[in-house]
């Protein structure tokens, strides 16, 4: 069965949709709080996007694109996306959807940042992700992974 990443809409049978995966204990990943605070039915600008699996929603994730004013991680610097929360259900998992979406937000040829979860850090490697070089000001805490498309670098602070 063919999937495709598809824009979701913020409404209450996505919602119902986002209830499936916070059943599973993915607490952390849930859109569930996101989806609550920006409820417009069918709100076209929503950051979510996700796969279906016939009329299942089985995997999903929040792009936010940044302004290059913000921007503190890419040379030159310029307007970057940022994944939030990818998430594939457990029964659907080693598939190929998180990587049908990674390849979704780079087909957008702007460099990414995200922050993995731990156990996912191998994943993010696999898509060519690398760990930036920790700053106490900038990452706060987080350790930040980043995908430089071509003619992007790193930003250096001397």
């Known amino acids: 069965m063919e999937t495709k990443v598809e824009k979701l809409k913020i409404n209450f049978k996505t919602l119902e949709e986002f209830k499936k995966f916070k059943e599973y204990g993915l607490q952390e990943l849930s859109m569930l709080e996101d989806l609550e605070a920006n409820i417009i039915d ?17 995997a999903r994730m929040s792009l936010y ?9 890419f040379f030159p610097p310029q307007n970057y996306v940022e994944i ?6 457990p029964d659907y998992q080693g598939k190929g959807y998180g990587t049908q979406l990674v390849k979704f937000a780079k087909s957008m040829n702007l ?13 993010w490697e696999k898509m060519e992700f ?29």
Do not use: C
């Not at 069918?42 to 299942?56: A, L, R, T, V």
């Not at 460099?111 to 994943?123: A, D, E, G, H, V």
């Open 42 to 58: 069918n709100d076209s600008e929503s950051p979510f996007y996700g796969i279906y699996f016939g009329d299942k929603l089985v």
């Open 65 to 73: 694109q940044i302004d290059s004013k913000f921007d503190r991680y």
């Open 84 to 89: 939030w929360k990818l998430e594939v259900l």
């Open 111 to 123: 460099p990414i940042k995200t922050n993995p979860r731990m156990q996912s850090r191998t994943f």
């Open 130 to 158: 690398t760990s930036v070089d920790y700053e106490m000001e900038r990452d706060r805490g987080e350790n930040p992974l980043v995908w430089y498309p071509e003619g992007v670098e790193a930003q250096h602070n001397d």
